[in-house]
């Protein structure tokens, strides 16, 4: 079993067991609403290139309830004439591309072990999605072939992968400063099939070659209550 596949079975598990603490517990600063931003540097490498750190930006959003939540968020890695490539099968070669920016889609369930009023560490694992983002084909000899080389560049340009995070959340008022690290697994390998022939695949690859680094900060606001309760806000 791949490790995406175990990663995305803890992550079914632990939200079952999630939901269940979540209906059996509350707090005053239990079942809110968060929506922020972050900053940061991502490391990742290529099949061609060696790792790199570039510069991220993104947005995320938390519901929480007392020990447990979960946090969605998208972040973008802005890159510079990247190097990469994927396999040509169909025409028995390697295809050079080229791309900028790689876009990263995570949904994780979060545990903040550790109850505090201001001050919350937590941990994370869940699974997401990862595109390089409108790569460009290099070295085509014709209208035809780059027409097909870039369609197979689009489909096997992202893959799923699984996560583990971890981070610290600094809290006052409505105002959550936070900083955290994101560990993804190999983005799933990816093919493209010609409608001739469905079952031989044309073409396959990867283009992110190896886990991702992230390393995050940002401010989280709060929108209020996610449940309504009785007890004391700090509102």
């Known amino acids: 079993m791949s490790l995406l596949s175990r990663s995305a ?10 939901a269940a603490a979540a209906g059996a517990q509350e707090s005053s600063d239990a079942f809110r609403w968060y929506l922020g931003g972050q900053a940061g540097v991502m490391s990742f490498r290529t099949p061609v290139q060696g790792r790199s750190g570039v510069f991220s930006t993104g947005a995320n959003f938390l519901v929480t ?17 990247e190097q990469t490539s994927f396999s040509d099968i169909a025409t028995g ?9 790689i876009r990263k889609f995570t949904a994780a369930l979060v545990a903040f072990p550790v109850q505090s009023r201001n001050f919350e560490p937590y941990v994370g694992v869940g699974v997401g999605l990862m595109q ?31 996560t583990l995070l971890g981070g610290l959340q600094l809290r006052a008022g409505r105002i ?29 690859g990867r283009m992110l070659n190896g886990a991702t680094h992230t390393f995050t900060g940002g ?17």
């Open 65 to 81: 309830a007392r020990r447990t939540g979960l946090l969605l968020s998208v972040d973008e890695a802005l890159g510079d004439n």
């Open 176 to 204: 959550a400063l936070f900083g955290q690290y994101q560990l993804t697994t190999v983005p799933s390998l990816q093919a493209f099939f010609l409608s001739s022939d469905a079952t031989v695949p044309a073409a396959t």
């Open 93 to 101: 070669q390697e295809r050079s591309v080229v791309f900028n920016d």
């Open 219 to 235: 401010l989280r606001f709060s929108l209020g209550k996610a449940r309504e309760g009785l007890g004391r806000s700090d509102d």
């Open 9 to 18: 079975g803890l992550l079914a598990l632990m939200l079952g067991l999630g």
């Open 132 to 162: 390089v983002v409108h790569p460009s084909v290099q070295n085509t000899v014709d209208a035809g072939d780059q027409a097909y080389a870039q369609t197979a560049a689009d489909e096997v340009s992202t893959g799923s992968f699984g």
